[in-house]
């Protein structure tokens, strides 16, 4: 094993996401910190051998784990548009001269748009650690170019660079993921020579790299301390733009039909089950598959309902190969479509630019934290959708409505069993919002769940609050609905007085 501490000794990384200039990247990613090592090495009066060496050690393992502060724990600065002078005439001139000394002033030179996206994050220490052994001289040398790195990404971003036999947990881990990090590869040292070589240190250049998917670790990774639903796992974001977020809570279905619309339209045909839900004769599966969610900002005193982006959930226990094809239609949709935006079409001929994103995220209704933060109280963001009716909940004699009320929380405490979860100690149902920004069940279109035979079933939709004996950890997403975003549960941020909870709610019947 060896492993690498990078400090960012102002506490700030600022770095440009490679595929959109004002976007940030973090964690810094691999092939960043090699192609640091290769400038330190290549710097030098003269290039020690056995430092090449080791670079060419290092090129040849795989992907490395990484600890570094995830979602919550990074604050993000706002990229704005900053113009700043050209630092080589040659770039604006094309002609390998300047007109007049004046134009090597800064007054004198071409302005151009620049962004300096940044993160800062809780622990200003990011580790890497590769598992394979160097020998001692690979190790020394690795040791020394370290001890020579000043900054990756961008001039401000200073850090410090040191071996560490003292790991700590990884937070990231290689593997089918919805975070592409860029990472060194064979060749890459012969590969950023050649690439200098074209553009001498001035002209525009890109870095080359291979890309591979990192996750969080594996559920058992995080110990027996909290349960977690079988349909639970990574997000795969896109948010809304600025311009977008008028949609209230209540297009969840329809927003979430559209997302999982485009990506069906650019995966394999037929879909795999993972991704479709259905075997080939057209039933359902039995197995946990993508689930297409709205996120809405919901859960503290300004929210407002509004849904701030979209997201496919992918399953911990989705099949390896199901969750390939599901990122291949990602990746396939994102390349279709104008650099940055993925293309979605609502009824109406309405589109929408979402833009795919990467965590750290700075609106709290992306973060997966948000969603899946370990509690054993959680309440509806989204209103569930039961799997049989309970009967009329606003109507009727007395006993028969507390005999409807009971019968709907049966529907959610057999729901949470049914994704895996212990039975809730406590739930509670109304028809009205259990926390701020969420919107009535009664406000909702009806939501009508097809069968085989081409009809389809109307489901009840319920506010809910369960309790457990013990954390879960989620995304929490309850009930009939819970592939197209309906029954999406938030973590609770203080006690609920359940008890309290169960006055019904004073909506008309839906």
């Keep these: 094993m060896i492993a690498v501490e990078v400090t960012l000794l102002t506490g700030r990384y600022v770095a440009t996401a490679h595929h959109d200039r004002r976007e940030h990247e973090w964690p810094p990613h691999p092939a960043r910190l090699f192609s640091a090592l290769v400038a330190t090495w290549a710097d030098a009066d003269e290039p020690d051998p056995a430092q090449r060496a080791a670079l060419e050690w290092l090129e040849r393992q795989d992907p490395p784990e990484i ?8 604050a993000v600065r706002r990229a704005v548009s900053v113009f700043v002078p050209v630092n080589d005439a ?31 994050p809780a622990d200003p220490r990011v580790v890497y650690r ?47 993921g919805p975070l592409v990090l860029r990472c060194a590869q064979r060749g890459q040292l012969a590969a950023l020579e050649a690439a200098h070589r074209r553009h001498e240190g001035v002209r ?85 598959h993508v689930a297409f969610l709205a996120l809405p900002n919901v859960g503290h ?39 940055g935006r993925c293309r979605l079409t609502l009824g109406g001929g309405q589109v929408i630019d979402l833009q795919r994103r990467q965590p750290p995220f700075e609106l709290s209704s992306l973060r997966a934290g948000t969603w899946s933060r370990p509690s054993s109280e959680w309440i509806s963001a989204m209103p569930v959708a039961l799997p049989k009716n309970p009967g009329r909940l606003a109507s009727g004699s007395p006993a028969a409505r507390a005999k409807a009320w009971a019968a709907a929380e049966e529907q959610v405490r057999r729901s949470c069993i049914h994704v895996g979860l212990p039975e809730p100690a406590a739930v509670a149902v109304s028809l009205d919002p259990l926390i701020p920004g969420a919107q009535p069940a009664a406000h909702y279109p009806a ?39 309906l029954g999406l549960m938030r973590p609770a941020t203080q006690r609920l007085p359940l008890a309290e909870r169960s006055s019904r709610g004073s909506s008309d019947e839906h």
């Excluded at 600890?67 to 990074?74: E, R």
């Excluded at 040191?162 to 089918?176: A, H, I, K, M």
């Excluded at 005193?301 to 990602?330: E, N």
């Excluded at 809910?464 to 954390?471: E, I």
């Design 67 to 74: 600890a570094a502060s995830q979602d919550g724990n990074v």
């Design 90 to 120: 040659r770039l604006r001139t094309g002609k390998g001269a300047v007109k007049s000394a004046l134009e090597l002033l800064p007054d004198g030179r071409i302005k151009q748009e620049r962004h300096f996206p940044s993160v800062t």
């Design 130 to 176: 590769w598992d394979a052994a160097p020998d001692a001289s690979t190790r020394a040398a690795l040791g020394g170019l370290l001890a020579g790195v000043t900054r990756i990404g961008h001039s401000s971003s200073l850090v410090s660079c040191r071996l560490v036999d003292d790991v700590p947990e990884p937070t990231l881990r290689p593997g089918v």
């Design 204 to 288: 525009p250049r890109a870095l080359p790299f291979v890309g591979v998917r990192y996750a969080e670790p594996a559920e058992a990774d995080h110990g027996p301390s909290s349960a977690r639903p079988d349909n639970a796992g990574e997000l795969v974001v896109f948010e809304m733009p600025v311009d977008q977020r008028r949609f209230l809570a209540i297009r969840t279905v329809e927003l979430a039909e559209a997302l999982r619309g485009a990506v069906f339209r650019h995966a394999d045909d037929p879909p795999p089950e993972g991704l479709s839900g259905h075997l080939p004769d057209g039933s359902p599966s039995r197995h946990p």
């Design 301 to 339: 005193d300004y929210a407002d309902g509004r849904i701030m982006g979209l997201a496919a959930m992918m399953p911990v226990a989705l099949d390896s190969g199901d969750a390939h094809a599901a990122y291949r239609a990602i990746g396939t949709w994102e390349h279709a479509e104008p650099v």
């Design 447 to 485: 939501f009508v769940q097809g069968t085989r035979r081409g009809d389809g079933v109307r489901r009840r939709l319920v506010h809910a609050a369960v309790r457990f004996d013990h954390a879960v950890r989620g995304p929490l997403v309850l009930g009939s609905g819970r592939f197209l975003g």
